[in-house]
């Protein structure tokens, strides 16, 4: 099995920056891909950016240009490197790890934005 460990969360003002990391464990080499999501109350849970083994990377619109994911393979970590928050981002953020067909996922780390 995967266990996923995420930290970085916090809260912050507007136009300010926080970095998220998730930290893998276990059968790390059936991960696939590893991705940053996040959920507000009463929406669904949505895909913010995600990298795969080559390094591919993919962003929501609403992120490109502000958030930069990245990994870090040989520690089996993951980052998401926010910039120029706003508070739209508000939201518990959680790390994803994609095997085979299945997405398992951290407990999540809140993230406030304050205007």
């Known amino acids: 099995q995967v266990q996923l460990v995420e930290s970085g969360g916090g809260l912050v003002q507007a136009g300010g920056s926080l970095r998220l990391s998730c930290a893998a464990s276990?059968?790390?080499?059936?991960?696939?891909?590893l991705g940053w999501y996040r959920q507000v109350p009463g929406k669904e849970r949505e895909l913010v950016a995600r990298?795969?083994?080559?390094?591919?990377?993919y962003y929501i619109d609403s992120v490109k240009g502000r958030f930069i994911i990245s990994r870090d393979s040989a520690k089996n970590a993951v980052f998401l490197q926010m910039n120029n928050l706003r508070p739209e981002d508000t939201a518990v953020y959680y790390c994803?790890?994609?095997?085979?067909?299945?997405?398992?996922w951290g407990q999540g780390t809140q993230v406030t934005v304050s205007s």
């Open positions: 994803g790890a994609l095997i085979g067909v299945l997405t398992l």
């Open positions: 276990g059968r790390t080499g059936s991960i696939n891909a």
């Open positions: 990298i795969g083994d080559a390094v591919k990377t």
